[in-house]
């Protein structure tokens, strides 16, 4: 009944999304929280939450009545053959719309929709049940009841987006300390492990519960790390010493302050830091205690986050600043 998927395009695909970006939408401290009661793309999505989220943006009530009727005409007609389109005067008669899925489970709290780690506009098989008040009729064929239904795409809340075009490198080289003895003598190699061990978050003592959206790891598709005394997973985050290390590696593209990137959203949004040389050759320069040098550092974002800012596009997990200068000093 609905066009073919790839006849649909992003722009027309119906909405789920929800969030502090639309005007009259749920708030998004109730879409982000481990409740599920989510549609943010990259998180584990019920298709429960899908439904209640379209019928906000189509103007459907909890009833199953029609709010909006040119607003729910003006979306099916997007992913409608034209010989098939609605018209508001189809739907004078309408007593109620039900939207429901096919299951994948028969447990609607463990029934998800599609993995959107990497997309956030999902295909989905929808099916939309429009029936006539009593004794009345709907539609061009003037029946009591109506379905439309077919396989079909499904904008989730987008990721929560950082444009990487507003940050630049840091001129001034940024300090790290590193507890220990400085090395007689260092390479670029034992530096970059130092760097990626003091960017560790493995430990348990960098647990979370202020953004509490737990770590998924990208290979497995299981929680990163999970909480021995609980047994449930949770989420870990860099801590305000190494938040305020990071922002020294970079600024605005002005040289001030920090772009689309401010500290609050390194604490949200950074899952790992990562270290490479940026020129190998030559070594890195001794200091009184420590050693100098430039680096490539790679930021990987916890999986809701994407660093490309164009909206509905595949998600960026990672963004590199480079030839970033690193002074590295270690102390007792």
Known sequence: MFESISSITNDHALSAATGSAFKDAIPSYENDGNENTTTRAGLRVRKISV?????????????????????????????????????????????????????????????????????????LHLRFTLTAQAGKTIGKQNVDRLVLEGLTKVKLTDYRRVDQSTLAATKTPAHVTIKGDKPKSATYATLTQALDGYFDITDPSFATTLFPIWNVDPTTDRPMFVDKASGEPVKHSLNSDQIDTLAAMYTGLDGKGWGDFGKARIKRAVQKVSFVASNPAGGPKSTKNGYEGNFDVTINFIQHWSW?????????ADFTLKNVPIRITFNK
């Open 308 to 316: 490309n800012k164009a909206p509905y596009t595949e998600r960026a």
């Open 51 to 123: 439904i209640a989220a379209l019928q906000h943006n189509l103007g459907i009530d909890v009833a199953g009545h029609l709010t909006d009727a040119p607003k729910f005409v003006a979306a099916l007609n997007k992913i409608l053959p034209t010989e098939n389109a609605l018209k508001a005067d189809d739907l004078a008669n309408l007593d109620n719309v039900v939207i429901s899925m096919q299951p994948g489970s028969k447990e609607v709290l463990t029934d998800l929709a599609p993995d959107s780690k990497q997309q956030p506009i999902v295909d």
